[in-house]
């Protein structure tokens, strides 16, 4: 049968595999001819299909008769163009014919050859097929031209090529897309573009990530597209080996400091242009070293063998490489990469980076492998931040590195940060300078325990903020904003009412937020006080009452909210603060408050008034009587300040208990001549059993020194600046006789004390 077949083949040769050095050598010398060489790949159409429905008989002789219709459809089509040079059988149904085309060939004109060599296969296998339905024969075409550089290579990368062309179809628009995809990797069109790494500290580039683009205006422009018909080609080497050469091609651009993040598939991690190429001495012509390079080894795929995996990564290490983690938190295996290949750099994937400031768990999570990476010596780079609020609760949280589009977008140059987060990262530099020369100690303000949540615009649609609301389940409320400014507040559990009616989602799903929201929820700002937000937000109604707390500056600007049980969880902790740093015996705030509502006082934009109070002779009594005598006289004088301050003060003055025999009142101008004129006549009544039991009279009693500083706008920048002052004027209030009240410089200042000095 086999010498029927060859003289039905005429002039046509027809080669087993094992003489493939025969063809190679035809083909070579074609090439080195000037001509053009094509491998035409064809089979039938699920040929095992029909074996099972009509029997193996059967499907025998399908491939019988199109192994005998094969050299005529070649000369009847292929001949038109070309020479024939061979027919081969690679295995089962499948064959592949080598065509030489003298006058060369461009790839329409392989397409249409290809597309009428389909049909007349078809056309010619259904007429001597009678016994098979004609609807179950169908032939498959690819086509893959021989470059004729590496023929012996080339011979299994042009089958594969064509192959995966003839899978999709000929006339197919995926079919143009995987001839175009082969054609890009022949040419080597790959292009680089690079993303900047910043350092958050300054904003000065780590270095550039190099992300891999194919030509524009073309499908393959897309990374996804890219690598997507490399994994569909099974090129993904290939693809990957061409990115990384293209990419080191801009090793110049770098200085000595910088790096260069290069991407490596698990699964082409061998790549002998990094290993054992001519890398070693392109770095040297750079004046760069290996360190200059990070492998980001991707977490697209699992890695199958850690064992095999883990001695390449080292002989990277040997070389001098760094290695980063891609894409942690998204991949197969996060963890289990991190604990084999000891990673210099963790690349946090954008799925935990965004809405990272409005979702609690997130952070918490973000926050432990903060920890973890400080103490293993690794470096975290957050990838995919896109808004302000994310870089600041990143920053907040101790990332180090970052880049995401906020950040600064790929380009073809190696570009720094974008102008918008250089000035935000230089003004929260600026304000943690100012904040590294104040105190460390800061009020209970409302910036203490601000939150972020989702923000929208008054148009916004119902149906758009219940999907926010579905889409993160930890969020349980939405700002509406007006040019920066909170113009109404949505709940959760309000919104699903609302929607919930009858009637809710047909009336109101598809109309503007603004017509449901609570236009009037409780906003507050950013320096107010914990213990006074607390009130206001409890005497609300029952069903406002837990409704989140918004927050704006000063300006009006929306900054954050915070939730009723976090402000009460404040308020418990600051009272269980004060309980175990208050003066013991009088029970009065300590000096850690003391300093904390100086700082916050010094702060406001009102007129204030400090008055600081001392006994006289206070250490002559406590040594001549005793201290039980001297502690009666401390709780006395704590309880004549508390009456002074309930009867004639407001409810936002403070007193406080410094130690000793000293006090501390703040209250306002206004407050400030009937307390201080109540102090200094019933000052002498609160100790008269005292004076009896020792025999004393007011001539030789007790009195008090008092000192008033006022407080101004922008007059103090520190409490210690404050406390400077205020020991002057205490000094001058000790020199008069009795209980006595000394201003500082009222008539200066324009403070309306009636007196500058006033004495008992």
């Keep these: 049968m086999w010498s029927k077949l060859r003289k039905r083949f005429r002039r046509f040769s027809v080669f087993a595999l094992d003489k493939r050095r025969t063809i190679t050598s035809m083909i070579a010398e074609e090439v080195g001819n000037g001509a053009t060489v094509v491998l035409f790949y064809v089979d039938i159409v699920k040929l095992t299909d029909i ?60 397409r249409l050859l290809s597309i009428s060599f389909q049909e007349q296969a078809e056309l010619q296998l259904n007429r001597h097929v009678s016994f098979v339905n004609r609807e179950d024969l169908r032939v498959h075409i690819g086509y893959a031209a021989f470059p004729g550089q590496d023929v012996v290579k080339e011979m299994y ?26 054609k890009l990797l022949q040419d080597e069109d790959i292009h680089t573009q690079f993303m ?3 350092d958050l500290r300054d904003g000065m580039p780590l270095g550039w990530e190099a992300l891999a683009r194919g030509p524009e205006n073309t ?106 983690v891609d894409d942690a938190g998204a991949g197969y295996s996060s963890l289990e990469s991190i604990t084999e290949i000891y990673p210099d750099f963790i690349k946090l994937d954008m799925s935990l980076i965004r809405n990272i400031d409005v979702d609690p768990i997130k952070q918490a999570l973000l926050e432990t492998i903060v920890q973890f990476a400080e103490k293993v010596k690794c470096k975290i780079i957050a990838e995919g931040i896109e808004t302000e609020r994310e870089l600041e609760s990143l920053m907040e949280l101790g990332v180090t590195y970052g880049q995401g589009f906020y950040l600064g977008s790929p380009a073809k140059g190696m570009a720094h940060i974008s102008g918008q987060a250089m000035n935000f990262l230089r003004r929260v530099r600026e304000a943690s300078a100012k904040t590294d020369r104040e105190p460390r100690i800061h ?46 507040l949505v709940m959760r559990f309000q919104l699903y009412q609302i929607l919930g009616g009858q009637y809710g989602i047909a009336l109101y799903y598809e109309r503007p937020i603004s017509q449901i929201m609570n236009k009037n929820p409780l906003t507050v700002k950013k320096d107010d006080q914990i213990d006074e937000v607390s009130k206001r937000a409890m ?24 939730t009723v049980q976090s402000l009460l969880d404040k308020m418990a902790s600051i009272k269980l603060e004060m309980a175990s740093s208050a003066n013991p015996l009088t029970g009065l705030p300590g000096n850690v408050q003391i ?23 206070f250490k002559w009594f406590n040594d001549r009587y005793g201290f039980e005598v001297g502690d009666q006289i401390i709780v006395r004088t704590a309880r004549l300040l508390k009456e002074a301050v309930q009867h004639y003060g407001n409810e936002r003055d403070f007193l406080g208990h410094i130690g000793g025999d000293d006090f501390i009142v703040m209250t306002t101008p206004n407050c400030l001549d009937a307390m201080t004129a109540f102090i200094i006549q019933a000052f002498s009544s609160y100790f008269l059993d005292i004076y009896h039991r020792r025999n004393l009279t007011d001539a030789n009693g007790l009195s008090m020194s008092m000192a008033g500083v006022r407080l101004s706008p922008g007059r103090f920048g520190s ?32 403070v309306s004390f009636s007196d500058a000095v006033r004495e008992c």
């Design 539 to 562: 005497a609300r109604d029952a069903y406002h009452l837990y409704d989140v707390v918004v927050i704006t500056g000063d300006n009006g600007e929306y900054i954050g909210i915070i």
């Design 51 to 110: 074996e099972n429905r009509y029997g193996d008989l059967i499907a025998k002789r399908v491939l019988h008769i199109f192994e005998r219709t094969l050299p005529t459809v070649c000369q009847d089509v292929l001949e038109i163009k070309g020479r024939v040079l061979a027919i081969q059988k690679l295995w089962g149904d499948d064959f592949a014919i080598y065509v030489s085309f003298p006058k060369g060939s461009h790839e329409e004109e392989c």
């Design 196 to 198: 900047p790494i910043v």
């Design 443 to 488: 009020a209970p303000v409302m910036t203490d325990i601000v939150t972020k949540t989702i923000c929208v615009g008054k148009q916004t649609k119902v149906r758009q903020v219940h999907q926010i609301f579905e889409q993160n389940q930890r969020i349980e409320s939405v700002v509406v904003l007006e040019e920066g400014k909170p113009i109404g």
């Design 719 to 750: 409490v210690e600046e404050l406390a400077q002052q205020a020991a002057a004027m205490k000094k001058i209030a000790k020199s008069i006789p009795g209980t006595v009240f000394v201003a500082d410089k009222a008539e200066e200042h324009g």
């Design 219 to 324: 499908p393959f422009f897309s990374p996804a597209a890219l690598f997507g018909y490399a994994e569909e080609t099974d090129t993904v080497f290939r693809l990957e080996h061409i990115c990384r050469k293209r990419a080191l091609e801009h090793l110049r651009y770098l200085k000595p400091h910088q790096k260069m993040f290069i991407n490596i598939d698990p699964r082409a991690i061998d790549d002998p242009y990094l290993l054992r190429g001519d890398l070693i001495k392109l770095l040297e012509q750079t004046k760069l070293n290996p360190h200059n390079i990070v492998l980001e080894i991707t977490e697209r795929h699992a890695i199958s063998n850690y064992s095999v995996f883990r001695k390449i990564i080292e002989e990277y290490r040997k070389k001098g490489y760094l290695v980063a």
């Design 595 to 617: 300093e904390r509502e100086l700082q916050a006082r010094i702060k406001r934009s009102e007129q204030q008034v400090v008055i600081y109070c001392d006994l006289d002779r």
């Design 157 to 182: 990368t042009s089958v594969k090529h064509a192959v995966h062309m003839a899978k999709y179809g000929i006339s197919s628009e995926k079919y143009t897309f995987v001839t175009q995809y082969h």
